[in-house]
Nanobody, 126 residues
């Protein structure tokens, strides 16, 4: 499974961005719908942090609840992260992740995810 994240850029505080994560399943033998898809982020000098995940349900890190929305289009093998009301502290490299067998209790642990995209930089600045 290969993941390609895109959509990052420079935005002012209070603005919006929509990230995309396109999956190439190659010969994985599994449908995109069977994968949990998530987003992590890493700000300069900080550890990688869980943001959101979509499987049967959606889960969010507390600081993004009500501002970020994760969604997916299984027919297009693509996931999205709509980010609204962006704040300075949202500045980070955002990574999409995928895993077919991860359980809910492991969502927030980056070590538990099998597949990672290359990251897309989001900069929130005035």
């Amino acid at each position: 499974v290969q993941l390609q994240a895109s959509g990052g850029g420079l935005v002012q505080p209070g603005g919006s961005l929509k990230l995309s994560c396109a999956a190439s399943l190659q010969s994985s033998g599994r449908a995109f719908s069977s994968y949990a898809i998530g987003w992590f982020r890493q700000a300069p000098g900080k550890e990688r942090e869980f943001v959101a995940v979509h499987r049967r349900n959606t889960y969010y890190e507390d600081s993004v609840k009500g501002r970020f929305t994760i969604s997916r289009d299984n027919a297009a093998n693509t996931a999205y992260l709509q980010m609204n009301s962006l704040m300075l502290e949202d500045t980070a490299v955002y990574y999409c992740v995928a895993d077919a067998t991860i359980i809910v209790s492991s969502f927030r642990d980056p070590r538990q995810w099998d597949y990672w995209g290359q990251g897309t930089l989001v900069t929130v600045s005035s």
